[in-house]
């Protein structure tokens, strides 16, 4: 009787054993295939859309075909800028060519013509209004030379600042793929970019129609398309686009948490040389003779 009990155990022990072996073999199998990685494509360097707050289901409505705004000659591009009731516009103007005309409002209200006495501004780079006065980035004299140009008698004297020129962002004026910034000079991302507009830690500009911010010596896509002029406003991009559901020039604020639809320009031709600003009331577009406004 005990040799056929202690058959009996051993028997036991060897299926329990060769259970065992089976179960530890199947667990083996199965956190073997739970870790084989899954083959994904790699994200490209697309910026990723922040949420959108507008009654349609994205930010920037889907453009409508335009033609591109690169067409437009470089020496019609425009600037505005406004600081309370000061405010001065100009055109690019050319070191070859035409030169800018740069204006400013009175105090009847009135667009009057401002020339510079003391230097030769063959063509501009930037413009921005204060409430004293205004400042601009220009190319003077013969060699078109970048300059910090101040005014702060509506335009009757202008003084050359060297420590300002070297804290401004401008397209270079020889050299339009190069763009000076407070850290030195960066490459473009294309070699003819238009509409560049800087406050604070931002810059941004345009190439064919697309929308790009600087950071540090790189540049990011934002996510819209047909584009024709933007200005900053803090921290946020405001881009002025084409779109479906505007008759005119759509005015969206590209912001780091979430884009939002602001209005649209009615009837502004977008085919035009076109700049955008930020004043008391809103928003507005210079577009041929008119400042339309929008309200934001």
Same mark, same amino acid.
């Given at each position: 009787?005990?040799?056929? &009990? &202690?058959g009996r155990r051993v028997a036991s022990?060897?299926?329990?054993? *060769?259970?065992?072996? %089976? ?6 199998? *199965?956190?073997? !295939?739970?870790? @084989?990685?899954? &083959? ?13 707050? /507008? ?12 033609? #591109?705004? !690169? ?40 667009? %009057? ?6 230097? /030769? ?15 601009? %980035? ?12 101040? @005014? ?28 000076? @910034?407070?850290?030195?000079?960066? =490459? ?26 600087? #950071? ?14 933007? /200005?900053?406003?803090?921290?946020d991009i405001i881009i002025g686009h084409? #779109? =479906? +559901? ?10 780091? +948490? ?20 930020i004043n008391d009331n809103g928003f ?5 003779? @008119? ?6």
């Amino acid at each position: 009787m005990a040799s056929s &009990t &202690t058959g009996r155990r051993v028997a036991s022990i060897t299926v329990i054993a *060769a259970l065992t072996v %089976v179960v530890v073999t199947l667990s083996v199998m *199965a956190l073997s !295939s739970a870790r @084989t990685p899954q &083959t994904s494509a790699s994200p490209g360097p697309v910026m990723t859309l922040a949420p959108t707050v /507008t009654p349609t289901p994205t930010a920037v409505p889907t453009p409508t075909p335009t033609a #591109s705004r !690169s067409t437009i000659d470089r020496a019609s591009e425009r600037f505005l800028s406004f600081a309370g009731t000061s405010g001065w516009r100009a055109t690019a103007g050319s070191c070859d060519g035409a030169a800018p005309v740069i204006q400013r409002i009175d105090v009847q209200g009135n667009w %009057v013509d401002v020339v510079s006495r003391e230097f /030769t501004v063959r063509q501009i780079a930037s413009l921005d209004a204060h409430a004293d006065g205004a400042e601009l %980035v220009g190319g003077v004299d013969d060699a078109c030379t970048a300059a910090s140009l101040r @005014t702060f008698s509506a335009g009757a004297e202008w003084t050359s600042y060297d420590g300002a020129l070297a804290q401004s962002r401008y397209v270079m004026f020889t050299d339009p793929a190069t763009v000076h @910034t407070r850290n030195g000079d960066i =490459a473009a991302p294309c070699a003819d970019p238009i509409g560049l507009r800087a406050s604070g830690d931002v810059a941004a500009l345009i190439c064919d129609e697309q929308a790009w911010v600087q #950071s540090d010596a790189t540049w990011t896509a934002l996510p819209a398309v047909a584009v024709k002029a933007l /200005t900053i406003d803090g921290a946020d991009i405001i881009i002025g686009h084409v #779109s =479906a +559901e505007c008759t005119g020039l759509a005015l969206t604020r590209i912001g780091s +948490e979430e884009n939002t639809v602001l209005g649209c320009a009615e009837n502004v031709d977008a085919n035009q040389p076109l700049a955008l600003a930020i004043n008391d009331n809103g928003f507005a577009v210079w577009a041929g003779d @008119t400042i339309v406004e929008v309200a934001g």
